[in-house]
């Protein structure tokens, strides 16, 4: 499967975005899917993730309560809506499909990732 991650940009402190990642060579509807980012200098962290029906979702502590995950198994797409952006939110973020159909927050239980895309939060 091939995962294509799109939407991000620069906003301000504050602002919104919304990331789209969406899958082709097959369904992804039997899978859990993550959100994961990078930041200069830092390693890889998980950020969201929902399991294959878009019933159960999990998130990272620093972004609870400003992103929501969401899928739409129909566009074979998932979503990361993002509020009230931070400066410290500017990294490269990355969907990536899971091996199973849970939620999951290790990159251990993820096997198919898109290339990414850069989101930059002005202060």
Same mark, same amino acid.
């Given at each position: 499967v091939q995962l294509q991650a799109c939407g991000g940009g620069l906003v301000r402190a504050g602002g919104s975005l919304r990331l789209s990642c969406a899958a082709s060579g097959r369904t992804i509807s039997n899978n859990g899917m993550g959100w994961f980012r990078r930041?200069?200098?830092?390693?890889?962290?998980f950020v969201a993730a929902v399991n294959w029906s878009g019933g159960s979702t999990y998130y990272a502590d620093s972004v609870k309560g400003r992103f929501t995950i969401s899928r739409d198994n129909r566009k074979n797409t998932v979503y990361l809506r993002m509020n009230s952006l931070k400066p410290e939110d500017t990294a490269v973020y990355y969907c990536a499909a899971a091996r199973g159909s849970s939620y999951?927050?290790?990159?251990?239980?993820?096997?198919?990732?898109?290339?990414?895309?850069? =989101?930059? =939060?002005?202060s």
């Open positions: 930041a200069p200098g830092k390693e890889r962290e999951y927050i290790s990159n251990a239980n993820y096997n198919y990732w898109g290339q990414g895309t850069q =989101v930059t =939060v002005s």
